[in-house]
């Protein structure tokens, strides 16, 4: 009978036994290969068809931590490497909080680094009395740096530092085999560097006895001088021997002019300050100098006498003084020297003459070396304040004063010129003229006026003389006032004003065509302010415009005198000296017309003139 099928469940389903020819084999691969004995870690081997094997390497064996002898051999990296450590010498720094005797603390630690597994482990050598628990910092293990790659061998070197869960360690020797095992993989090593200064070492290396057993010298050494006051020994056994000092050097004090310069910080000045040195106790203070005109209050004593500590120490001395060396000494202070004093450097450029014959006699310091220095600056002049244009309102001195000051005062006026120049008045005859702005009507063509500059405070006023059946009312034409000149904040002056001269009076030009009598003669009287009046300027110049050209000036002033009188008027000399090509101004010509009529009939002599011109007289 037939066995009834088997359900198709979990468990109960099989597969068919694979058959096995001659030519198959099921042997397991051999992952260990045997080097001398010892077994290690090879290929994995496979078996062909025929019966051969064939090794798969699994991983390169081959590690940062063998040498080149290494690599050339045949034994495992576990044999090569056994009991070889490289061991590198560092430290790291920990705070330390609530104690005045330091900040932080120096830790000096041993890194081991295992050849054969590229493992490490960190010790601390124990200390005696130290309070801290020491020996066996991390334990053995691979660590792994910051991006979790393990640390090896090529990382570790004299000047590295390593990460090491959270501690930053310093690396700054190493032992002579592993400085030998980096040097056959290749690696050069620094040389040592030196571990740095521990605070509580230095507190402790002041307050311990010598190790030949003698305690310190009381004289130097506070708890030594504590103890054996206590003890009863006499004050003058255990202090310095101050006594002799102050009777050889009483009422002997030594003088610098100091400079501190702190304005590279804000709201920093340039102060001067005088250095006095007691050689009687050996201390200082600082005299702040009073300037005129500084601004600051007058309290001299910047520093009041004392040691002058060279520097803040970081932990205080049992009893609170303070040494010899703590302290700057005359040793410190030169000329051109810099000193560090409550943390302000002050320069010193000069001292008194007792300082320098103290040194002299002393220390036998050079003459040179005496001489004071510069230290004067150039003095930087400020800018000055744009002033905004004027506006039109009020006087422009008005407009001056809101801007220089907060509370404006009337501007000051010149009470010399209003007292001595008051009754002058320069009158001119002028006619319009075509400006940029303004252009002339038929009518405004033969209007003539009359403007007045009164000397006193340099103002302008313009009349226009009435003038039957034109059409125009005559009268005054413009209120005395400041004139300034266009486009820019200047007034016109009394040089401005000169005959054939234009002034442009709020955008209407006006051209100066003649003087009256008074006007000539108060500034031919004064040339020497109108410059324009000055007859011997204008000969000085028509001598140098004349040079190889007398024949043609000569020729050219003929040519004028059509009566041939011999004689020229003030027109006919203004014509003959354009034709003749010279640069010159017509009231220029005025007042060397009026100088060379001599008979004041208003015309000059032509051979006089050119005489003149060619003589020099």
């Known amino acids: 009978m037939a066995a009834p099928p088997i359900p198709m469940l979990p468990g109960y389903t099989v597969t068919a036994p694979i058959v096995p020819t001659p030519d198959s084999t099921f042997k397991k691969g051999q992952t260990l290969n045997y080097t001398k004995g010892y077994a290690n870690e090879g290929g994995l081997m496979q078996v062909e068809g025929d019966g051969t094997a064939r090794f798969e390497t699994l991983r390169n064996t081959t590690t940062a931590t063998q040498s080149k002898t290494a690599l050339n051999s045949t034994m495992p990296k576990w044999v090569e490497l056994d009991r070889k450590v490289l061991r590198f010498y560092g430290y790291f720094k920990e705070s330390v909080v609530e104690s005045r005797l330091e900040n932080h603390r120096v830790r000096k630690v041993v890194i081991y680094y295992y050849l054969a597994d590229d493992t490490m482990h960190v010790a601390e050598p124990k200390q005696d009395n130290s309070g801290l628990p020491q020996g066996v910092f991390i334990k053995r293990h691979q660590l792994n740096k910051e991006d979790e790659t393990p640390y090896t061998c090529t990382d570790l070197f004299i000047g590295a530092k390593l990460v090491l869960y959270g501690r930053t360690i310093f690396i700054v020797d190493c032992d002579d085999f592993t400085r030998s095992h980096m040097q056959d993989m290749g690696i050069e090593l620094a040389a040592p560097e030196p571990y740095p200064s521990d605070p509580i070492d230095l507190y402790k290396e002041t307050y311990k006895k010598k190790q030949t057993g003698i305690p310190p010298n009381p004289r130097v050494d506070d708890l030594t001088r504590f103890l054996e006051a206590k003890l009863g020994k006499p004050p003058n056994v255990l202090e310095e021997d101050r006594l002799r000092q102050f009777l050889e050097n009483n009422r002997k004090v030594l003088r610098f002019y100091c400079l501190w310069d702190d304005r590279q910080s804000l709201y920093g000045d340039r102060r001067p300050y005088v250095l006095h040195y007691f050689l009687e106790d050996d201390t200082g203070e600082l005299l702040e100098t009073n300037e005129a005109n500084s601004g600051r209050d007058p309290f001299p004593v910047f520093l009041k006498r004392g040691p002058l500590l060279k520097e803040h120490h970081m932990f205080m001395s049992v009893t609170n003084r303070t040494h010899k060396d703590q302290c700057y000494s005359p040793d410190d202070f030169r000329i051109g020297a810099r000193v560090q004093i409550q943390n302000r450097n002050f320069f010193i450029f000069d001292c008194d003459d007792f300082t320098r014959q103290w040194y002299r006699s002393i220390y036998h310091v050079d003459e040179e070396e005496l001489r ?203 014509a003959a000296l354009t034709h003749a090509d010279f640069k010159f101004t017509r009231h220029q010509v005025i007042a060397l017309r009026r100088r060379m009529d001599r008979d004041k009939n208003g015309t000059i002599d032509i051979e006089e003139f050119l005489a003149a011109l060619k003589s020099g007289e």
Do not use: W
């Open 372 to 574: 004071p220095l510069d230290i004067a600056e150039d003095i930087t002049p400020f800018a000055q304040p744009a002033l905004p244009p004027h506006n039109g309102y009020g006087l422009l001195e008005d407009t001056k004063q809101n801007c220089t000051s907060l509370l404006p005062k009337p501007p000051k006026k010149d009470f010399h010129k209003l007292m001595n120049k008051d009754n002058i008045i320069l009158r001119f005859s002028a006619r319009m003229v075509e400006t940029e702005r303004f252009k002339l009507s038929v009518a405004d063509r033969d209007r003539k006026f009359i403007v007045s500059y009164f000397m006193a405070d340099d103002t302008i006023s313009v009349y226009e003389p009435p003038v039957r059946n034109c059409g125009i009312i005559g009268g005054k034409f413009l209120e005395r006032s400041r004139i300034f000149k266009p486009k820019v904040e200047e007034a016109y002056m009394y040089f401005d004003l000169f005959v054939g001269g234009v002034v442009d009076i709020h955008h209407r030009g006006f051209e100066l065509l003649e003087a009256d009598e008074y006007t000539y003669t108060y500034m031919e009287n004064n040339r020497h302010v109108f410059v324009m009046a000055d007859a011997e300027a204008l000969l000085r110049s028509l001598r140098k415009q004349i040079a190889g050209r007398e024949d043609e000036v000569r020729k050219c002033f003929i040519n004028i005198d059509t009566d041939g009188s011999g004689h020229l008027s003030g027109d006919e000399l203004e």
